[in-house]
C-alpha cells in the first residue's frame, strides 16, 4: 500500500473534496477568516546596527505577536531560491519515486515522505485530514542528518539544503542571543536551555496542491508549534493565517523575508514572556503553495522548563519541566501536559 498522497486524492475527486478534508464551521476558512484584511505581522530589519533597538523589536513581537518576519538577514536570495527549486521538482516527481522516502512504519523517527504529525481528529465516522503532502529531513547539527530520507533525484538537492542550514545557523545563533537579552538574561543563556550545539534543525517541506473546495478545507489546522522556534519561507501563494483577538487572518508575503514563530519551547523556557503563536494554513483552488518551516528543537532527552533565572518567589513558574520528547509525546497524542 503506497502513502496517502492528498495530490493523488486531487487527481481522483476533480471538481469536489473527500469528507474527511472538510472541516467543521467553526474551522472553515470560507467562514472564518476575515476577508478583505491581510495581517501585517511586526516586521524586523535584521541588519539594523543598533542592537538595543533589535532587542526591543524582538522582545515586543516575541511577546505581543508570536510571529513576525525578519528581513535583511544575510541569507542569499539565490539560497532560499534553491531551497525552494528542489523541494517543488521533488514534489512534482512521480508518486512511486516519492514513496522511496516514505517512513518505515516502524520507525521511531518523523523523517521522510508523506509521514503525519498530529492524531487528526475524529468527527462521528470520519476522520478529518489536512489538504498537504510533506516530507521531514533533519538539516543540522551534521551528527543528527540522515541521508536516507534526503531525495537522490533532484542530484542538488542536498546541496541547496547543507547551504541553506549553513546560513540559517547564523540566523539561528543571532536570534536567541536578541531573545536571550531581552529576557535579561546572558546572550547564551536561551541558546544553552534549548540544546547547545545540539539544538536540532528540522526541515519540513508542505506541498498543498490546489483544492477544489479551499473554502471548506484546511492545509494545516490550528496550533501552536513544539519547537523553541520556527523559521519558515514559504512561496508565493497566500495561505499562512495567524490568529489575532480571536479572529483568522491572513499573513502578507513578503518576498525573501523569514517567518519566525514562538514555538511552546520559547514559552517554556520565558516562562509566559514570550507567547507561542496560534496560526494555520490555508488552500488555493488554483494554485499549489509551499512552505519550508524549520522547526529548532531540543533533543528529545533533554529536559526543558522555565529558565532558573526567570523564575523566583514572586515569578513562580507556569509550566513543567520534562524531556523534550515526553512533551512531544503527550502533544501528538493530545495528552495534558
Known sequence: MGVESVERERESNEGTIPAEFIRSENEQPGITTVHGKVLEVPIIDFSDPDEEKLIVQITEASSNWGMYQIVNHDIPSEVISKLQAVGKEFFELPQEEKEAYAKPPDSGSIEGYGTKLFKEISEGDTTKKGWVDNL????????????????????SYREANEEYAKHLHNVVEKLFRLLS?????????????????????????????PCPRPDLALGVV??????????????????????????????????????????????????????????????NKDKTRISWPVFLEPPADHVVGPHPQLVNAVNQPKYKTKKYGDYVYCKINKLPQ
Open 136 to 155: 521531514f529531513n533533519k538539516i543540522w547539527p551534521p551528527s543528527v542528518v540522515n541521508y536516507q530520507f534526503w531525495p537522490k533525484n533532484p542530484p
Open 222 to 283: 490550528a496550533h501552536t508549534d513544539m519547537s523553541t522556534v520556527t523559521i519558515l519561507v514559504p512561496n508565493d501563494v497566500q495561505g499562512l493565517q495567524a490568529c489575532k483577538d480571536g479572529r483568522w487572518y491572513d499573513v502578507k508575503y513578503i518576498p525573501n523575508a523569514l517567518v519566525i514563530h514562538i514555538g511552546d519551547q520559547m514559552e517554556i523556557m520565558s516562562n509566559g514572556k514570550y507567547t507561542s503563536v496560534l496560526h494555520r494554513t490555508t488552500v
Open 181 to 209: 537579552l531581552g529576557l535579561g538574561l546572558e546572550g547564551q543563556e536561551l541558546k544553552k536551555a534549548a540544546g547547545g550545539d545540539n539544538l536540532e534543525y528540522l526541515l519540513k517541506i508542505n506541498y498543498y496542491p
